[in-house]
């Protein structure tokens, strides 16, 4: 469930390289997905301050549904304050390079912190002060006393530091221990399987059917349009308008890749004149 984080599509990332499917839906419209009964959830981090009124939160059923949950940074503290701890506006921001002290076992961290402490990256600004019921402190850092904590009962963890990313050299370690050691998900999923089912997926839904791609340049709609044109020839029409705004010669590029190198059906629409005119 993405809270606003910069970084919520590492997340995904890391739990695919663990071999589990993984889905990014915005919090506040995530019902629909819960209602797919997700075997695990995680929320993300994000710039907001759960001290603030309006800001994200997790949709309450999150915690009535009996999976685990791991709440990283923002997701946390936001777990927190809505199971009945309490957390303040920061008083000292903590950003960059941090070594947590693990104070007990979890599962959470098997395999990590052999000697008691493991390097991680932290960046927050608000601070836990108190955690809710039923929880523990796992481990601290300096200036995090809640850097892990968890419910081992209801399987419910948060993070305080970002395990994505590269700067917490093992966090992929700690995600793998979630979805599948306390999740207890089988690594079923490869990017091969994805490909093959959304090709399957774009062929039922289409049919004999049109399709037209806007196609920007960028890696999204290059990917969505190798795809469905994998999935349905030359039904897909892809339409690329040059705004004038891309790197110098990139254009040429889009152009030569898609009509020569994959030879897909493309229309090249020079609106640089119209569009920076305006």
């Not at 929320?43 to 990283?72: C, H, K, N, Y």
């Not at 966090?171 to 490869?190: K, M």
Request: hydrophobic letters at 40%; glycine letters at 10%.
């Amino acid at each position: 469930i993405d809270l606003g984080s910069q970084v919520t599509q590492l997340i995904a990332r890391r739990v695919r390289e663990a071999g589990i499917h993984c889905e990014i839906v915005p919090y506040n419209k995530a019902e629909a997905a819960l209602a797919k009964k997700p075997r695990a959830i995680i929320l993300s981090g994000g710039p907001a301050s759960v001290t603030e009124s309006d800001t994200p939160r997790a949709p309450q059923q999150v915690f009535e549904m009996g999976v685990p949950v791991l709440g990283i940074c923002y997701g946390e503290m936001t777990m927190s304050a809505q199971l009945g701890g309490k957390v303040e506006a920061g008083h000292n921001r903590e950003f960059g390079r941090a070594d947590i002290h693990v104070q007990r076992a979890s599962p959470l961290l098997e395999g990590l912190a052999e000697t008691g402490t493991e390097p991680v990256w932290m960046s927050h600004g608000d601070k836990i002060t108190a955690i809710p019921p039923g929880f523990a402190v796992v481990a601290t850092s300096e200036s995090s006393p809640y850097a892990v904590i968890a419910d081992e009962t209801r399987r419910f963890y948060g993070v305080q530091f970002h395990p994505e990313v590269v700067h917490t050299p093992r966090g992929a370690t700690i995600l793998s221990n979630f979805v599948r050691g306390i999740a207890g998900i089988e690594p079923e999923w490869n990017m091969h399987a994805f490909r093959a089912a959304a090709v399957a997926r774009i062929r039922e839904q289409v049919g004999k059917g049109k399709v037209i791609c806007g196609l920007s340049g960028g890696v999204d709609s290059s990917v969505a349009a190798v795809l469905i044109h994998e999935a349905i020839g030359d039904q897909l029409t892809c339409i690329f308008v040059d705004t004038g705004l891309m790197r110098a010669g990139e254009a040429d590029e889009v152009v030569n890749l898609f009509r020569n190198h994959y030879n897909i059906p493309l229309i090249h629409a020079d609106a640089r004149d119209m569009f920076l005119g305006r």
